[in-house]
């Protein structure tokens, strides 16, 4: 099951990747983005640079925090810690992504009428491109704990005396 430690890697590694990009002026692919946040990054706010620099700084930190899971020197880090990270992150980002892709799946079936008309380009890239990374990530996530789990069991108590 190592493979959903390094596969959560390279996701959250990627989406990082796109963050910094976009952060540091590129234009490639914010027509996928949609709505307020794409006139954000078409202007350049100051507050939507700051936030897409610290959400690429945490992607990346995601991404090398699930390679810990899998790898050898993940092990240097205390136990509780890792599971603490591993499975509160997992939760996180499942619930995020699922959120995120519930509601764009309401949207798509008209279920939900949003206030502003649908930009089905953006509205299709988030469903399954952006948000869904959120809920794969969170499963793989979720996946490679549950590998360091199996694979870094408690160590057994000392017993005194006899």
Known sequence: MAWAGYTAAVLAIVFGLFSFYWAAGGTFGIDTLGGAIQRMAERRDSGFLAVVWITGALKVAGGLFSLSLVRPWGRVVPRPLMLLAGWGGAALLTVYGALQVGSLLLVAFGVLTPSDPVEWKPLLWR????????????ILLFLATRTYVMNHPRRPERRGGN
């Not at 469903?127 to 969170?138: N, P, T």
């Open 127 to 138: 469903l399954f491109v952006w948000d869904m990374s959120f809920l794969v990530w969170g």
